[in-house]
């Protein structure tokens, strides 16, 4: 007993380190995390079509208002859609024990309309630019998808792509997956 009253501050100090430990990361997701987090859309069923052209150009690490985030530059459209501006666009990274949506950025994008021409969707605003923060993002593989929410009808169609994103300890790693031969 003259052990622990002797040395109670070390316990308390080694406590409060392993709490901080513990704690701060759900702590920093919860109030001081503000960008690219993910979102939760109600309903979506994740069976994938094949309405959904896209390309994932690429990822790169930036900072953004204080916080360090990943930003994801490409393009997508729904084929079947009459007007790309009826609807909500998400970003979506995928596993079967987790999903997580990423609302988009449109941004203007010349070159798609001329590589689709037999659409008469216009294409000019395709392009899209999501920011992602890797601390909610689980550690895991996640095949990449887009999630398209009609705003009036809440009609949604889903598609999952060829490309992966790999959430290691330190960091999200955009691959292609291989196809086999």
Avoid at 16 to 31: A, C, W
Avoid at 37 to 63: M, R
Avoid at 103 to 122: E, H, N
Wanted: aromatic share 16%; with cysteine; hydrophobic share 40%.
């Amino acid at each position: 007993m003259k052990f622990l009253r002797k040395n109670w501050y070390h316990f308390l100090v080694w406590g409060l380190m392993i709490g901080y430990v513990i704690l701060s990361p759900r702590l920093e997701l919860k109030y001081f995390l503000q960008q690219g987090k993910p979102e939760h859309v109600e309903g979506v069923t994740f069976a994938s079509s094949d309405l959904i052209f896209s390309g994932l150009e690429d990822t790169k690490l930036v900072q953004l208002n204080g916080e360090t985030l990943y930003k994801f530059n490409g393009w997508s459209f729904l084929s079947t859609a009459s007007d790309l501006t009826d609807y909500d666009i998400y970003f979506v990274l995928y596993s079967d024990a987790h999903q997580y949506l990423y609302s988009t950025t449109a941004v203007g994008r010349r070159d798609i309309r001329k590589a689709f021409k037999q659409y008469t969707l216009d294409l000019s605003m395709c392009g899209f630019i999501t920011y992602v923060a890797k601390e909610p993002v689980k550690i895991g593989e996640y095949q990449v998808g887009y999630l398209y929410v009609h705003k009036q009808t809440g009609e949604k169609v889903f598609q999952l792509t060829d490309r992966v994103v790999i959430r290691t300890p330190n960091t999200l790693q955009l691959v292609e997956i291989e196809k086999p031969e």
